[in-house]
């Protein structure tokens, strides 16, 4: 078995010792209060605790090895608590994000927080500040117990000056409730700012847009843009805010089959960026790169090279993902000699590195054209830049090169190379997810 590194390294051991008690379910006795006096609780330690109690307690099994950073898929619909509550107790499958977990677990770990925000509070006198409130009502948030949210964070709000729920508390809880599937209770907590005395900020806005736009509902979030838009308003839109829509419009419109709905996305896209440039904003990377990707699946390449050549006129410099986009698009309508300059040219000009997704689709398309010796000497390329790849990619020019009998292009060492490199990336996989096993690998892997 491969070793890891422990999950708690970088804590203290009071934390470590209360999220074990958490996790088996002791109680907040005098007892543990004896053995957690030996360091201070600060408010870097309570909300370690808390950011631990959906680690360990809300995910499924399945989720070990997710990322949780910003590649954090979340669910394209709203999802329906009654109806996943009501499947629960009558022993029907579950889909979507509850599907996996354990509802036992999870009613244990909102139970443990909050016992343990007031324990810590009422035991050691600490003073809960805007940081802790917030931990715990992500808790509440990612455990999908609203009534109980809306509670805690009424209380806090009558506390003191206010000063425990901020706009930024609320802007992150609309963010945990918006990759959470919970759209709908993300507007609501979005129109309690007033309530909970906080102000609106632009990105308060723009998360809230954000998250409306991840499950498809444009209507309301043109609407508070046409909100942000009035004459005076205390929150005009960003850059940002019309990145989000464009984006959301041309990722929105590939997930359709209607060839209609795609045009009227791409036509909303497309206004949405002429609007952006009359009302003076200056477009970044990102917004191009969005444009310029739903162009190229749409295979509208002329308008695609329009926005290539502004972007170049604006100075904003392209990078790796503006001519991936061109080189996936010529590479699919068999048009690789624009594919190979388009590379070339990220090359010459140094817009960036390619790699094994810059190479993929040449070779690919090179293999069903024929031109063997090409797809060979990218291969090489790719392996000497330092990339690896993918093992489907090896498989097919190997296959190409046998079927017209020039196995002997790809020496020894360059075999060896690769090979090595699937088999490393495979086995940093299985560090993570031990349970996956496949063919060919067991030699690799020690289970």
């Known amino acids: 078995m491969f070793t890891s590194r422990p999950l708690c390294q970088n804590r203290n051991s009071v934390v470590n010792q209360v999220v074990?008690?958490?996790?088996?379910?002791?109680?907040?006795?005098?007892?543990?209060?004896?053995?957690?006096?030996?360091?201070p609780w600060t408010v870097e330690s309570v909300s370690q605790v808390l950011r631990s109690i959906p680690r360990f307690l809300f995910q499924s099994p399945r989720s070990i090895g997710r990322q949780t950073g910003f590649r954090h898929r979340a669910p394209l619909k709203q999802r329906k608590l009654k109806e996943e509550s009501y499947k629960q107790h009558n022993n029907v499958l579950v889909?979507?994000?509850?599907?996996?977990?354990?509802?036992?677990?999870?009613?244990?770990?909102?139970?443990?927080?909050?016992?343990?925000?007031?324990?810590?509070?009422?035991?050691?006198?600490f003073a809960h500040n805007e940081i802790t409130c917030k931990e715990m009502a992500c808790v509440l948030a990612k455990g999908n117990r609203l009534k109980a949210l809306w509670e805690f964070l009424n209380e806090m709000s009558r506390r003191g000056n206010g000063?425990?729920?901020?706009?930024a508390t609320v802007t992150c809880l609309i963010k945990v409730l918006g990759e959470e599937g919970l759209v709908n209770e993300a507007l609501a907590a979005f129109y309690r700012m007033k309530q909970l005395h906080c102000k609106p900020d632009v990105y308060a806005y723009n998360t809230i847009i954000y998250a409306l736009c991840r499950v498809g509902?444009?209507?309301?979030a043109r609407f508070l843009l046409e909100q942000m838009e009035l004459p005076g308003f205390r929150c005009p839109p960003d850059t940002y805010t019309y990145t989000i829509l464009i984006s959301s419009y041309c990722k929105y419109s590939l997930q359709t089959?209607?060839?209609?709905?795609?045009?009227?996305?791409?036509?909303?896209?497309?206004?949405?960026?002429?609007?952006?440039?009359?009302?003076?904003?200056?477009?970044?990377?990102?917004?191009?790169?969005?444009?310029?990707?739903?162009?190229?699946?749409?295979?509208r390449i002329e308008r695609a090279l329009e926005l290539f050549q502004d972007m170049n006129e604006r100075g904003c410099i392209p990078n790796q993902v503006t001519y991936n986009s061109f080189i996936r698009y010529y590479s699919a309508v068999n048009e690789i000699d624009k594919a190979v300059e388009m590379l070339r040219k990220m090359q010459e000009r140094n817009h960036g590195m390619p790699t094994s997704s810059s190479y993929t689709p040449i070779i690919h398309a090179l293999c069903e054209a024929g031109r063997v010796l090409e797809a060979r000497n990218f291969l090489v390329e790719l392996v000497d830049g330092g990339s690896i790849p993918r093992e489907y990619t090896y498989k097919l020019v190997c296959d190409t090169l046998n079927s017209g009998e020039k196995t002997n292009l790809l020496d020894e060492e360059l075999h060896k190379r690769i090979n090595e490199g699937i088999e490393k990336r495979y086995m940093q996989v299985m560090k993570v997810k031990p349970i996956m096993t496949r063919k060919g690998y067991l030699s690799v892997v020690e289970v």
């Open 257 to 299: 089959g209607c060839r209609k709905a795609i045009r009227k996305r791409m036509w909303e896209a497309n206004h949405l960026f002429r609007i952006m440039l009359f009302k003076g904003f200056v477009p970044d990377v990102v917004t191009y790169n969005s444009l310029i990707n739903g162009c190229c699946k749409t295979y």
């Open 217 to 220: 509902n444009f209507k309301k």
């Open 20 to 39: 074990a008690a958490i996790i088996k379910n002791r109680p907040f006795d005098a007892q543990l209060a004896a053995s957690t006096t030996t360091q």
């Open 163 to 167: 000063g425990l729920v901020t706009t």
């Open 95 to 125: 889909l979507g994000p509850a599907a996996h977990r354990d509802p036992q677990k999870v009613s244990l770990g909102l139970d443990k927080a909050m016992e343990f925000y007031y324990w810590v509070e009422n035991h050691f006198g």
